[in-house]
């Protein structure tokens, strides 16, 4: 939270004071939706909690989609609420053991159906339209999925496009020995290659050398002498 909105917002403590959801400036009289006063988000917080670690006949991911509409009803920070009820959806895929790395990005399909989003959040509260919710919730898990395996298989083409183009006869090994770590890290600095590949400073130069010739690295142009470079 250092550096972003929110940052003088308490980060990290549960709020002391009520909070409300509406347009800039909105009074509490105003607002489209009231999170309840502390007392009560203490009482929901622990009953959240105890769900968390429950079990439940409901499959996972429509639990997700309870879990996920409760936070944020329940709002219980003075802000970054949605930042964390999004996070709290990974987390728990991975906690669940659905996932072996929080790989699931929900948030891209929330921003691009935005206005459906709060509208069916808030019409769960006020209808108990849960059906609904539960429906756009795994409508944007499938949009994601199939987006995340789009994604993956770009990146192994990409990968072994790469590799074709530092395997030629005359190629340094060293060169493969780079491409590789470059999908977990994209950013490379001369001295991180040169501890990589345990070479000399001048050798780890032109070795970044080779892969900005063959269109792999671009220099980072506000770094100083282009010792920084990115995939």
């Not at 502390?38 to 968390?52: K, T």
């Not at 991975?94 to 069916?120: H, I």
């Not at 999925?145 to 994604?151: C, E, S, T, V, Y």
């Amino acid at each position: 939270m250092e550096g972003v909105r929110g940052e003088r917002a308490t980060p990290g403590e549960f709020r002391r004071s009520q909070n409300w959801i509406g347009p800039p400036e909105c009074t509490l009289n105003d607002a489209i939706f009231v999170a309840p006063p502390v007392q009560e988000m203490q009482q929901a917080l622990h009953a959240f909690e105890r769900y968390l670690h429950a079990q439940d006949e409901y499959p996972p991911l429509i639990r997700l989609a309870f879990v996920h509409y409760q936070f944020e009803a329940i709002h219980p920070f003075l802000d970054g609420n949605r930042r964390s009820g999004r996070l709290l959806i990974s987390l728990l895929l991975v906690s669940w053991r659905l996932l072996p790395l929080p790989l699931l990005y929900l948030s891209a399909f929330f921003e691009k159906y935005r206005d459906s989003y709060y509208q069916l959040l808030l019409k769960v509260s006020e209808q108990g339209a849960w059906q609904e919710w539960v429906n756009f919730f795994l409508q944007g898990v499938t949009s994601q999925l199939r987006d995340g395996i789009a994604r993956a298989k770009c990146m192994q083409n990409l990968q072994a496009e790469w590799r074709q183009k530092v395997t030629t006869r005359r190629a340094s090994s060293l060169l493969l020995r780079l491409v590789d770590p470059l999908f977990e890290s994209p950013i490379l600095s001369i001295t991180q290659a040169q501890r990589a590949l345990e070479v000399t400073y001048r050798s780890a130069l032109r070795i970044i050398n080779r892969l900005v010739e063959r269109d792999i690295l671009q220099r980072m142009p506000s770094q100083a002498y282009g010792k920084t470079s990115v995939a």
